[in-house]
């Protein structure tokens, strides 16, 4: 579905990520300390920031793709935004339907698309909250109108940076969980760029693991793990820290 090929991408001039070349299909992570490059580079496959070498989407390459097209196709879940506007939950989640309805001479919305709005609040279940202005949510119920305007935007891929940041336990396992069981149906992806490495292979078996600006492996988690690889790039005995934790809960 995604090709990224000998990518390169910063800025002012100086590469933050370097030649990184991997393939998507399905779900995938991208694990890694702070500064390494992983969001940066999530820009770059959203479309956002320009790069070099190339990425392709169903064989086609991006340098051929408009801004519209690629936004048709890929969506980019972030982190909590600190300024939005007081819209509704519905308003918000219908904005995911901006390009589907530019593309029609009429520029209101029609019967699909709120068909779509709707199939998409039910998903996240704030079907019941449509109305209700998204300045008055938590965390958790915000970023659930997020993922519901990417759903509502129809993609194929879904990218996502760091989108459980401030959010409870909770919300935070029904998010990944919901995206991964999106991912396995039909011809989409999830790209995700997460800290927390036990909600990565939570979301993906298959991750990409970076440092300074460049993939270290590109593998399944069980490998990585054997390996000792987390505790190259971490700098720290991750196993060590994992299994101190899991003591605490033994005894539960």
């Not at 991006?62 to 196709?73: G, P, V």
């Not at 506007?85 to 029609?104: C, E, P, Q, W």
């Amino acid at each position: 579905m995604l090709k990224i090929t000998d990518v390169c991408v910063g800025y002012g001039g100086v590469d933050v990520v370097r030649n990184v070349s991997f393939d998507v299909d399905g779900s995938l992570c991208i694990v890694g300390p702070n500064g390494c490059g992983k969001t940066t580079l999530l820009k770059a496959i959203a479309g956002i920031l320009p790069h070099r070498g190339e990425i392709t989407l169903f064989g086609k390459p991006f340098t051929s793709l408009n801004r519209r097209e690629i936004s048709l196709n890929v969506a980019l879940l972030s982190q909590q935004p600190s300024i939005y506007f007081a819209y509704s939950i519905y308003d918000t989640v219908m904005m995911g339907r901006y390009l589907h309805i530019k593309n029609r001479l009429s520029d209101n919305p029609n019967k699909e698309d709120r068909q779509i709005v709707e199939q998409s609040l039910a998903a996240v279940g704030l079907l019941a909250y449509k109305d209700k202005d998204i300045t008055k949510l938590s965390g958790g119920q915000l970023q659930r109108v997020f993922l519901a305007r990417a759903l509502a935007q129809q993609p194929c891929i879904i990218l996502l940076d760091e989108p459980t940041n401030h959010l409870d336990l909770k919300c935070q396992i029904e998010i990944i969980n919901y995206l991964k069981d999106w991912a396995s149906c039909g011809e989409r992806a999830v790209v995700g760029v997460l800290h927390d490495i036990n909600l990565a292979m939570r979301l993906s078996n298959s991750l990409i693991l970076m440092k300074d600006g460049k993939i270290v492996t590109n593998d399944i988690a069980d490998n990585i793990i054997n390996n000792k690889l987390f505790d190259d790039v971490y700098e720290m005995d991750v196993a060590a820290y994992m299994k101190q934790s899991l003591e605490k809960w033994r005894a539960v």
